[in-house]
């Protein structure tokens, strides 16, 4: 693939995308164009590759943090930015990443559990099978809504998930619709 230097910072981005398209996940898509499209394609309006540098990159940084935006998002962002440009550019990326903590995963404590085992077994609906399911499996909820019955082995006790559901952005220019449903496969093969 040819790297001409007089690229624009949206034909850059327009052309990983396209090329990523074919590589990633319909719903990685839809994140990494948000991204694009809400951060890095309107701080770089008209900008050529060949005038970037350290100093640009590492000012958009400080300035996409300061949005109030997590510095794990700001995070992510400079990481896209970083993949986007790497092949454009010839000198070495150094970009200064903001440092952050990883957030404490909270679970229940045994009481708040037992109070919610309680609830949900009083009389049950789909929502409370749900809440059942996923309390005993630990199955991501975009799995829990593509299951079907066929997915499910009473004899053997076992669920198989094959599918997980999400609703994400359109980034079709010609859609109708904003948001699309998109159906594919986990992000890891388990069996519950």
């Known amino acids: 693939m040819p790297k001409p ?5 949206e034909k850059t981005v327009e052309t990983y995308l396209q090329q ?4 990633i996940k319909e719903s990685t898509l839809s994140t990494y164009t948000t991204i694009c499209e809400n951060h890095i394609l309107p701080y770089f309006q008209g900008f050529e590759i060949k005038n970037l540098t350290n100093e640009i990159i590492n000012e958009f940084v400080k300035k996409t943090l300061k949005k109030e935006l997590s510095p794990k998002r700001t995070n992510d962002i400079a990481c896209l930015l970083l ?12 970009i200064e990443k903001p440092s952050y903590m990883q957030k404490e995963i909270t679970v229940f404590t045994e009481s708040e ?22 309390m005993l499996t630990g199955i991501r909820l975009g799995e829990l809504c593509a299951l079907q019955w066929q997915n499910i082995d009473f004899k053997g006790n076992i669920i198989h998930i094959g599918k997980t559901i999400q609703r994400v952005k359109n980034t079709d220019k010609k859609a109708t619709k904003k948001t699309k449903i998109i159906i ?6 388990s069996v519950y």
């Not at 990523?20 to 590589?23: A, D, I, N, T, Y």
């Not at 993949?83 to 150094?94: D, G, L, R, S, T």
């Open 113 to 134: 559990y037992n109070k919610l085992k309680s609830y949900v077994s009083i009389g049950t609906d789909n929502r409370k099978l749900g809440i059942i399911i996923a």
């Open 83 to 94: 993949q986007i440009i790497k092949p454009y550019c010839n000198f070495e990326i150094n």
């Open 5 to 9: 230097k007089s690229f624009t910072i």
């Open 20 to 23: 990523e398209k074919q590589k």
């Open 184 to 189: 594919d496969v986990p992000k890891s093969k």
